[in-house]
């Protein structure tokens, strides 16, 4: 993910160089910046005869014994003797180095936990420094830093000592912004998180509470501010085709809709017809939870292109999902006198060339597909916005992709999502986009009912699919996810499939799966669709969007393997209509920690946005953020549910410093991201 800067490509790279590469570090600045991870106290030395079992002392004493024994297995024993007592060291491990220091009559310090054995007290494996009587112990709390194999702590320690001495430790905040905000000057909040004295609070550097610590935490939050409202800036620099609102057609299309628009609908939209008519290129991301309605607005901000003469493309991850979106564009527009062209990669030849031909004459204007739409072939010349579904789906060099088919100008983004960004996630990772945000589902939904039911009760299961289904109801049975091979969750789909086919001999059974040939993927959805299908045996590639307002059951098997959002996505794909809808999620004991907790999430809220919090608690925003912003390095320090009030202030302070302090602002890029802040400008 991290490319190292060019000044160490250039030449060989020594492995001490390798190592650091590996810890992220590249330079002085990235040493200073690399911080401990705990502390041991070595500034006070215990009697031999006064240490307690399970605390972490240090010792200092002669050896008077040292002998490497075979038996029961090799060790090194020692002993060790202070005017208080005798202590034994043990090494089950050991370098020549080590059976030296500890030859009879040398002095050493040793440090380490106690244990009472069966030999009486004594450290396993303690860390051993020679010394001579009367040295002088260390003024500060000796940092462990994160490290790697054949970096010894002792050498880090050493380069960051050097470090201090050869960079500027200059504040680059404003004074006054920095007593504004009550923050700890750059200088003493790194030494002393390097170097605390022996007094220092373990507990606030431990849980990172301490002021150094939320100096350090601001300034990364800063930094990744600065650059990702940069980006934000310096993309109104570019030119886009504005797209002011004619009106023409979207009123027609509200007009003949069979609904009504939410209000946050009516929000977004406004948002998005505002954007678009600006000249430089709009950048949005548009999230609402499973059902709230995203489809609409995405056709009604494509019609507005279609009114200025300009082409409008769909994006989105799966064939079925495209279709799907195909025939629901076309419901909607062909009445309008509007036609949708599609493109597939399953696409017969003859009709591929077709669409093409159409799309580079600019004689189709609304374009729908997968990742078929970025390919060279596609000319879309006119391609005036550009709307992706399921964005985190798509790699950041995908969704550039599509921006890329016009010269000169940016095509309009408007990015959808559905699955729910934390708030603070948002403005941190986020932050170069604007948001609208879907947080009101249409009425007339009812809520989900969500049961946790053993797999040794799945038979009661199966009689709830057959109730449902003689209701006039159809449902959906999602089988297991395997990591380890498409193909294993291939056979059990249809194990389940064969197995739900002969013990429910009254419904038509249905499987989908992504080793179906998109044609007869269409074929068992279109049957799903028309109520042919009463049950849809299916792999998790009905997780994004399809729509089928009757189904109104979903089942769920081995749920404690599927990750959260997953499982919302999953769970969202019912409830659509005006019948109640449940979903049952099928589990196998006993559960891992972690698996219960999904679970438990997802059965006490149907809040996407709750749910997306706790994910952000379990998994951390490394596989939230996805394939959206690889570019973007992760926090290191900073912790998005702690340190809400330090997004926020670290927000306003990148504007200033923007508008104020340009210099300071890049030399903040600079220490942070040092040549990598590029990587951000996705
Ligand atoms: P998602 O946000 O998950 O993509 P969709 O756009 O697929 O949701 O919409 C879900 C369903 O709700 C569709 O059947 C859609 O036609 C319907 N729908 C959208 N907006 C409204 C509304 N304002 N009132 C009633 N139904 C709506
Ligand atoms: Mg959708």
Known sequence: MKKPPEKIDAKPVSALAGRLQKLGIYDDSGLLLHLPLRYEDETQLTPIGGVAAGLPVQVEGEIEHAEIVLRPRRQLLARLRDDSGVLSLRF?????????????????????????GFWGEEMIHPRIQPVVAGQALPQALTPIYPSTAGLAQSALRKLVIRAFARTSLQDLLPEALRRGLRLAGWERSL???????????????EDRSHPAWRRIKFEELLAQQISLRKAYVERRAHHATPLPARGTLSGRLLAGLPFALTGAQS???????????????MQRLLQGDVGSGKTVVAALAMLQAAENGMQAALMAPTE???????RKLTAWLLPLGIEVVWLSGSQKKRERAMMLEKIAAGDALLVVGTHALIEDSVALEKLGLAVVDEQHRFGVRQRLALREKVCGRMPHMLMMSATPIPRTLAMSYMADLDVSVLDELPPGRTPILTKLVADSRRHEVVDRVRDACREGRQAYWVCPLIEESDALQLQTAIDTYESLSAALPELTVGLVHGRLKPKEKALVMDAFVRGDVHLLVATTVIEVGVDVPNASLMVIEHAERFGLAQIHQLRGRVGRGAAASSCVLIYVPPLSE?????????????????????DLQ?????EFIGARQSGVPLLRYADLECDVDLVEAARGAAEEMLARFPEAAEAILVRWYGGRSQLLRA
């Open 594 to 614: 972690n698996g219960r907790a999904r679970l438990k999430a997802i059965y006490e809220t149907n809040d996407g946005f709750e749910i997306a919090r706790r």
């Open 191 to 205: 030494r002393f998180l390097h170097q605390p004295p022996p007094n220092a609070s373990q507990s606030a550097l």
């Open 92 to 116: 089950l491990n050991f370098y020549p180095s080590v059976v030296k220091q500890l030859e009879i009559g040398r002095r050493v310090r040793a440090f380490g936990e106690v244990r009472s």
């Open 618 to 622: 379990l998994r951390g925003p490394g």
């Open 320 to 326: 079925i999902l495209a279709e799907q979106h195909y």
């Open 267 to 281: 929000r977004a939209v406004d948002e998005i017809v505002r954007d678009i008519a600006q000249e430089y290129p």
